[in-house]
């Protein structure tokens, strides 16, 4: 799992298929799942998009990227997709995320 979660960290922004990912960790597809998931508490489509939510974050705040060019720099390839994801984790779209969020952190509050 450990190998995993570092492949997913250094490859996130690329197309990752888990039954590729498990064979670079030398398991099947099925029992991968569930020991990454058990190790996590987090499936690994869930992880990695937690991570590509993460480095979307910081693109959003930089504001140099519009929400499109974020969302495929962060690995997704469909930037709707991104916005569903990104309110989940987030509570809020893409869009006001970068308004409210770059206001946050020059202001200095969390």
């Given at each position: 799992?450990?190998?995993?979660?570092?492949?997913?960290?250094?490859?996130?922004?690329?197309?990752?298929?888990?039954?590729?990912?498990?064979?670079?960790?030398?398991?099947?597809?099925?029992?991968?799942?569930?020991?990454?998931?058990?190790?996590?508490?987090?499936?690994?489509?869930?992880?990695?998009?937690?991570?590509?939510?993460?480095h979307?974050?910081?693109?959003?705040?930089?504001?140099e990227?519009?929400?499109?060019?974020?969302?495929?720099?962060?690995?997704?390839?469909?930037?709707?997709?991104?916005?569903k994801?990104?309110?989940?984790?987030?509570?809020?779209?893409?869009?006001?995320?970068?308004?409210?969020?770059?206001?946050?952190?020059?202001?200095?509050?969390?």
């Open positions: 799992v450990v190998k995993a979660v570092r492949y997913l960290h250094e490859n996130y922004s690329s197309a990752i298929d888990v039954g590729s990912l498990a064979g670079r960790i030398g398991l099947n597809r099925s029992y991968f799942g569930t020991v990454f998931r058990n190790a996590t508490g987090l499936t690994v489509k869930e992880y990695l998009n937690r991570i590509r939510v993460d979307a974050e910081n693109l959003l705040v930089s504001g990227f519009p929400v499109k060019d974020v969302a495929a720099r962060c690995g997704f390839e469909d930037p709707f997709y991104f916005c994801v990104f309110r989940r984790f987030k509570g809020l779209p893409p869009s006001e995320f970068a308004r409210t969020g770059a206001i946050r952190d020059r202001s200095g509050r969390v």
